[in-house]
């Protein structure tokens, strides 16, 4: 059993002991515990069930790379699945259940696949869940998704809150070890600002435990001094709890900083998004250590060696009694030491080696009495939910039993991998070191920046040089080198790395398999990949069925895609690829590292956008007024804009149909401050304009508005607005609501790229102005109630406009009308525009005032037959089949369009072309309904002639309207067409005239 | 007249680590030409009683000021009720020069971001290098600020304008006091 160990545990503060519960049981542990070290001393091996086949799993490493202790955590607006036991802090409170397991961790129904796992191999869904293929969406695809993912999905909202950062840097040093403290402090001295971030909450990485000399005293003291060292330094900040997640093009990094997990109790954000700009990148992360594989190497009990002697030396814990030892090296030996010098039984040191002389570490680990089997290895674990014995054999046979040992640990390492993962994140390759049989950085070949000059270096272990006598070293030259391509080198009496020394190492020798000759039962129980159910003998029968590529393999077998991204399994699965090919493992290569290095929370990417920061909505001068007034919102763009000011005791369809009826009877008014108002002024703002619009702008009279439209290069309608002449030199565009910044965006960019001679400058004004619709036979009598200026028909008359005073306002009022009404549209400046809408809202009292919202807009548009872009245009229409030939300039050499709009395409007479469209049963069409044709398509469907636009019940006409384009349209007025709805029903709709209300255009014309 | 109201009244959030409060109503007029013309240089120059910003810069003098937008924008700052005065003023000067100028103090909402923690508070929402080195007084960023455009400058040490849209003026106060909320200090910036 895993037990609390009486002495021990650097990270510790035994003082002050913290409870926690785990599948509802309560559990003790200290302050400095990780999640994995506590169920370890509380005896909680079995922690997880594997993804497929349902195993038990048990603690296998002792950070970023184990992929077995995945819990659901916390409760509520708390609660997140996949959380990794050996990187979550305890702290007093924690609750933590065990996933993937059904009815309960001890006894789960789907271990049954267990037995069933001969049946399913490799690619066992790609060749079931096929056929019969009906079978997929109503049996399979449930079954799957039931069994699918390992967590449980959070039901509540998230409680916390999380933030970004922006920081800037000339040299981030990503990884808190030797390596990243020397290299930091090396070019920190160069005077360069320097960040060095750690992922955990503690300096020095794993050189504590290994142990080992630097300048004469233990490595505890150069990672004491150094980190005092940084902290004094003004241009060094240090982060724990921060991990480098991501390396991205022109030197950005992502950092997740974990800021509460440790105290969720803590005031403010809970994980912080820092989105860092680096000139230069040091990759100091280290190595992990590879499991072997053998048979039933992944029973609970079976763990890295690395992982004994962390949670022997951290964390005071014992993982089990006995423990034996399978190793390919030297450094496997200093968990046995470790281990004994405990107090603890290792009755096997199982080294798959053969060697001539004894190493300093075996001579070390013999004379504390430790049996050394050299040439051997594990031929098969015993037990099920808990290791119970190991059978020996020789690692050059085929596993035949030597012996048997009874144990309940198995520390194994296979060697030590570089974490690669940030080197290669933006390119950086890989080169094979068979000495360490590993991939490392290829300093020839680093991620390079826009300059084509290297931005990152890797440092230490993570480069490839793992003992410590060679990390400083290494470290300390890219420290340096980092902070020389930021420009500041270091100089001539820059101090050099300090000597280091360790225990001299025997070479390792490559094990990928063990014993090397394993026949195919003990294959099928030699485990690569612990999270996604992966055996050697599943990468062999990928091989075998042709999946030669590394990448191929990988999605076929699914190596390396759980949420630990294979930091255990990727070599020594790529490793029997090779094999399997009869090719070397540099031939092979490896699959694409990908950000992030460990998977990050969805609240730190979101950051703070959420709640009322989710969006940013747009307000105009009067949406507080709109908001207590009913406004039901419509979103156009980030604007918010009434749909209709719901009364109460109304429905939404009553209120749009009670203020549509009464702007044509009595008075209405819109807030239309959303609608975009450009100024373009210069001397040839006239020519300019000539060419942004169809029609001709430059010939309109100083005082008048006209109506104009927008095309793009291939002649498509892409906005419309009323264009307003101020003065010679100047004109104000209006736009559509959501045209305003791209209208604004499209007259910079001609006038940028195409016609930079011309002197024309733009002003984007929109919001400068609350706009206010005055719309309906009263509006005259209400602005003549208001008083100030001049508002009758022979003064101002039909698209005249006039600046002058309202009720005491400066306003500027436009006489135009996209209504069919008589209409005033009154802008204002937006400051005042409340209290101008308060101010008509008054005067039309006794008018039969109501303000109208979009809807209400829409109707009386559609009832004139008034296109609305975005209804009668979808950016394949162009203005000639909406009918609206006369306001394309015929008298112009050029607009933008013009040349599209002679297209053969463009020009075509089978285009459809907009007409009036009448049920005959009074009923309203439904939108974006297709006219039906005789006789079917290639594809089968029928063929069409037409659809609908626009679609309204219309109050004043009491009977559905609507527009719609359709095949010869204007030539065959009074045709019954017929609509099929998606309810089943055959709608039947004359066509007509689209302007339904009105036709002689006397209402506006008093 | 009393009804004249900036987009949120002044409204202000003290609680956090930075304080921030809108600044209500502020003169501000675009001023599109050839930035080194001695017409639009003393346009805004004698408005202003201030000199011509640097590229990336602004000058400013309480109510007064100008900004660089870009290559050939200026935001010419005044008290809002100078505006129309200004605006008159400016004509003047640019009478037989090509040049634009239009009022836009309505379009904008200005906040001021203030306190020990201002910069670290707003580097959480701007793509920006506000470290004391790298930005300094006189400096002026049109820039990002999370998810709409804004533009700001020191105008005190610890203490930020910022420029948005009058429309974005919820939003952005609301985003300010995330971004300082209590306990979610940074300790980035040093000295």
């Known amino acids: 059993m895993s037990t609390r160990l009486a002495t021990g545990g650097r990270l510790l503060n035994k003082s002050r002991a913290l409870t926690f519960t785990f599948n509802g049981k309560t559990m003790k542990g200290y302050e400095g515990d990780t999640l994995a070290s506590a169920l370890l001393a509380n005896d909680q091996m079995l922690v997880g069930r594997s993804f497929k086949y349902h195993r038990p799993r048990g603690i296998v490493a002792s950070g970023a790379e184990e992929p077995n202790g995945l819990v659901n955590l916390g409760q509520g607006g708390r609660f997140e699945p996949n959380q990794r036991v050996t990187t979550t802090e305890l702290f007093d409170g924690l609750t933590a259940k065990s996933q993937n397991h059904w009815p309960s961790l001890e006894f789960d129904v789907g271990a049954v696949n267990t037995q069933l796992s001969r049946f399913m191999p490799a690619g066992f869904y790609y060749k079931t869940f096929m056929y019969p293929r009906p079978l997929w969406k109503h049996v399979y695809e449930p079954f799957i998704r039931k069994a699918a993912g390992l967590g449980a999905a959070p039901k509540d909202r998230d409680d916390d809150t999380y933030e970004h950062f922006y920081a800037f840097c000339d040299v981030l040093v990503i990884g808190g070890g030797v390596a990243g403290l020397q290299a930091a402090k090396a070019a920190a001295d160069t005077g360069a600002h320097v960040m060095l971030i750690e992922q955990t909450a503690h300096w020095g990485g794993r050189a504590s435990v290994d142990g080992g000399e630097v300048a004469g005293k233990p490595v505890d003291n150069f990672v004491d001094e150094t980190v005092a060292a940084l902290e004094a330094m003004e241009n060094v900040t240090l982060r724990r709890r921060m991990m480098g997640a991501g390396v991205y093009d022109h030197g950005y990094v992502l950092g997740y900083e974990r800021l509460t997990d440790h105290a969720p109790e803590a005031a403010g954000p809970r994980h912080r998004l820092w989105r860092i700009r680096a000139a230069q990148i040091v990759t100091a992360t280290g190595a992990i250590e590879r499991p072997l594989s053998f048979a039933g190497n992944d029973i609970p009990g079976v763990m890295l060696a690395s992982a004994v002697r962390d949670y022997v030396t951290d964390f005071g814990v014992s993982p089990g009694d006995r423990t034996v030892v399978v190793t390919n090296n030297d450094n496997a030996y200093l968990t046995a030491i470790a281990l004994k010098n405990a107090g603890l039984d290792v009755p096997a040191i199982l080294d798959a080696r053969v060697l001539p002389t004894d190493s300093a570490l075996m001579a070390q680990a013999k004379s504390l009495g430790i049996r050394v089997l050299m040439g051997c290895g594990v031929s098969k674990v015993q037990g099920g939910k808990r290791v119970t014995g190991v059978s020996i054999c020789s690692q050059a046979g085929e596993g035949a039993v030597l012996e048997e040992i009874s144990c309940d640990v198995i520390a194994m390492s296979g060697g030590w991998s570089p974490v690669v993962h940030l080197w290669s994140h933006c390119g950086g390759k890989l080169v094979w070191d068979a000495d360490q049989a590993a991939f490392k950085p290829d300093v020839d070949k680093a991620p390079t920046g826009a300059d084509g000059k290297p931005f990152v270096t890797a440092a230490g272990a993570a480069s490839g040089a793992l003992l410590l006598g060679d990390v400083l070293a290494d470290a300390d030259g890219a420290g340096k080198a980092a902070a020389t391509a930021t420009g500041h080198a270091p100089g001539q009496s820059a101090a050099q790395a300090p000597v280091a020394s360790h225990a001299p190492e025997a070479p390792m020798a490559p094990v990928w398999l063990m014993p090397q000759g394993a026949g195919i039962k003990l294959r099928s129980k030699a485990w690569l990949d612990y999270q996604n159910d992966v055996k050697v003998s599943d990468v062999q029968l990928a091989a075998q069925e042709g999946f030669q590529s590394v990448e191929h393999a990988k999605r076929y077998t699914t190596l390396g895609m759980a949420t630990d991204q294979g930091k255990l399994s990727n070599i020594n699965g790529l490793a029997i690829l090779s094999d399997s090919l009869n090719q070397p493992i540099p031939q092979t290569g490896t699959t694409t590292f990908r950000p992030p290095y460990t998977p990050i929370s969805m609240g730190a990417i979101g950051g703070e956008a959420r709640g009322d920061v989710f969006q940013p909505v747009r307000r105009t001068p009067i949406h507080d007024w709109n908001a207590e007034n009913g406004a039901e919102w419509e979103p156009v763009g980030q604007w918010r804009r009434p749909y209709a000011y719901v009364r109460s005791g109304e429905s939404t369809h009553d209120a749009v149909m009670r203020e549509t009826k009464n702007a044509r009877d009595n008075l209405g008014l819109l807030d239309a401050s959303t609608l975009g108002k450009i100024i373009v002024r210069g001397p040839d703002a006239g020519k300019f304009l000539d060419m942004m619009y169809t029609n001709m702008m430059s010939t309109l009279k100083v005082g008048k508005c006209r109506y104009g439209l927008m095309c793009d290069e291939n002649g498509f309608l892409i906005d419309d607005g009323v264009v307003a002449r101020i003065d010679d030199d100047t004109w104000l565009c209006h736009t559509t609501t959501g045209g305003a910044e791209r209208i604004h965006g499209h007259m910079e960019e001609w006038l940028q790229t195409e016609w930079w001679t011309w002197q024309v400058y733009v002003a984007n004004v929109t919001e400068q102005y609350a706009q206010i619709a005055v719309v309906g036979p009263n509006a005259r009598k209400a602005l003549e109630h208001l008083g100030g200026m001049d508002v009758s028909a022979d003064t101002m008359g039909f698209m005249d406009w006039a600046d002058g005073t309202l009720g005491g306002f400066d306003v500027r009022v436009f006489r135009i009308s996209f209504s069919g009404e008589l209409s005033y549209e009154i802008a204002v400046k937006a400051s005042q525009g409340q209290a101008l809408w308060d101010a008509l809202m008054a005067v039309g009292a006794d008018l039969g005032v109501m303000p109208y919202g979009t809807e209400c807009l829409h109707i009386l548009r559609a009832e004139k037959g008034f296109i609305m872009i975005g209804d009668e245009s979808d950016g394949t229409v162009i203005p000639q089949d909406l009918g609206l030939h006369w306001a394309i300039s015929k008298k112009k050499e050029d607009f933008i369009g013009k040349r599209g709009q002679e297209r053969s395409h463009m020009v075509d007479p089978t285009r459809w072309q907009l007409v009036g469209l009448e049920t005959v049963d009074k009923s309203t069409l439904p939108d974006g309904a297709y006219a039906v044709a005789d006789g079917t398509n290639a594809n089968g469907q029928r063929e069409t002639q037409g659809r609908v636009t626009s679609t309204y019940h219309s109050p004043n006409l009491d009977r559905g309207i609507a527009m719609g384009l359709v095949l010869n349209g204007p030539d065959r007025m009074g045709e019954v067409l017929s609509f099929p709805g998606t309810d089943g029903k055959e709608y039947k709709a004359k066509i007509v005239s689209p302007v339904f209300y009105d036709p002689e255009g006397e209402k506006p014309n008093v | ?191």
Not at chain 2, 7 to 19: H, M, R, T, V
Not at chain 2, 85 to 95: F, I, N, Q, V
Not at chain 2, 105 to 123: K, T
């Open chain 2, 1 to 191: 007249m009393s009804n004249i109201v900036s987009a949120l009244n002044n409204k202000a959030y003290a609680d956090g680590i930075a304080e921030v409060r809108e600044i209500g109503l502020q003169g501000m007029i675009t001023l599109r030409g050839d930035l080194a013309s001695s017409a639009v240089k003393s346009a805004a120059t004698s408005v202003t009683g201030v000199k011509m910003p640097a590229p990336g810069h602004a000058n400013s003098d309480g109510q007064h000021g100008i900004c660089w937008m870009s290559p050939d924008e200026l935001l010419v700052l005044c008290p809002y009720d100078a505006v129309a005065d200004t605006l008159e003023k400016m004509g003047k000067s640019l009478a037989k020069a090509h040049a634009l100028y239009v009022d836009v103090s309505d379009a904008r909402a200005v906040f001021e971001l203030s306190g020990p923690h201002a910069r670290e508070v707003l580097a959480k929402l701007v793509p920006v290098d506000l470290s004391p080195a790298a930005f300094t007084s006189g400096m002026f960023r049109r820039s990002r600020m999370a998810q709409i455009p804004a533009a700001f400058w020191l105008h005190a040490p610890d203490s930020f304008r910022i420029v948005t849209f009058r429309s974005n003026a919820q939003y952005a106060f609301d985003l300010l006091k995330v971004a300082a909320q209590p306990g979610s200090e940074v300790g980035y910036f040093k000295g």
